[in-house]
């Protein structure tokens, strides 16, 4: 059972029956009274945010959270589904429980899936991907100073801001977290 004293980002503890994971924790000893710790955590169910205190010594449970790496197969309109590769299982979740997710994701792509009594609750994307731009305006130098960008369209429709050089058939490395261009990438 962690205590307040093991909180740090990315923890997943269990509070008020579901599972929550540790966005931010801030160890706080004020002047009078009882030292605390104040968190933002996001629920890995509903991706609802809250913010709480938690008293300096209080212990919380493990939520019993399991991480497998699977396979993404197909998308059925409102399902998309997953596949095991050690054993072949097959698990759906819903499309708006990968909302963030789903502008960065491919066929066959391998990401982690949160497991939460039984059930697939999340998708754990790779931190950086690379796409195809399928479509993007040719650049034209200007008076940029630092050099400028512009929209580029994905394989996956996703549209991310891109350097000026960046053309149609490039390769590149987006970041996941943040939906930004990182690198071209040589083919």
Known sequence: MPSTSDFKKNLKILHNDEPWIILEAQHVK???????VKTRMRNLISGRVLEKNFR?????????VTDREMQY????????HFMDNDNYDQVGIQ???????????????????LF???RAIS???????????????PGV??????????????????????????????????DTRTSSFVERVNS
């Open 30 to 36: 004020p002047g009078k009274g009882v030292a605390f």
């Open 56 to 64: 300096s010594g209080d212990s919380v449970e493990d939520p019993g």
């Open 73 to 80: 197969l197909y998308n059925d309109g409102a399902t998309y």
């Open 95 to 113: 499309a708006d429980a990968l909302e963030d997710t789903i502008p960065y994701l491919i066929d066959n792509m391998v990401v982690g899936i």
């Open 116 to 118: 939460w009594n039984g």
């Open 123 to 137: 998708v754990n994307m790779p931190n950086h991907v690379v796409l195809e731009v399928t479509q993007t305006d």
């Open 141 to 174: 130098k200007g008076d940029t100073a630092s050099g400028g960008s512009k929209p580029a369209t994905l394989q996956t429709g996703a549209t991310v801001n891109v350097p000026l050089y960046i053309k149609e058939g490039d390769s590149i490395r987006v």
